[in-house]
């Protein structure tokens, strides 16, 4: 299965993607099943479909966090990614629930 996530512009796959590719090597390095590369402004996932979705939904997270002016770190990526061990069910939504519950008291969806 090959998925694609197309970013906006160049400045929001940098912030995405982290400083000398950090965040994207931190995704590459969790998922060794997948194959993602970045070219320009888009990110191409390549693999089985459970890892696959996951690392586009990691990817869709940070993109959100990014547009809503939050200054992306690793430790997103691992909020996100790695909150729960491989093969078992995940779920961003409520990683972000969790993310919003600790960092930020009062939003919600």
Do not use: W
């Amino acid at each position: 299965m090959e998925k694609r996530l197309i970013f906006s512009d160049i400045s929001e796959a940098k912030a995405i993607l982290g400083m000398k590719d950090e965040f994207l090597k931190t995704l590459q390095r969790e998922f060794p099943a997948c194959r993602i590369a970045a070219r320009g402004n888009e990110i191409i996932m390549a693999g089985e479909d459970p890892d696959i979705s996951y690392a586009e939904g990691v990817l869709n997270m940070l993109r959100y966090l990014y547009r809503e002016n939050t200054y992306l770190t690793t430790q997103h990526v691992l909020l996100f990614g790695f909150a729960h061990p491989p093969g078992k069910s995940r779920r961003i939504a409520e990683n972000l629930q969790r993310y919003d519950q600790h960092f930020c008291p009062g939003t919600s969806y």
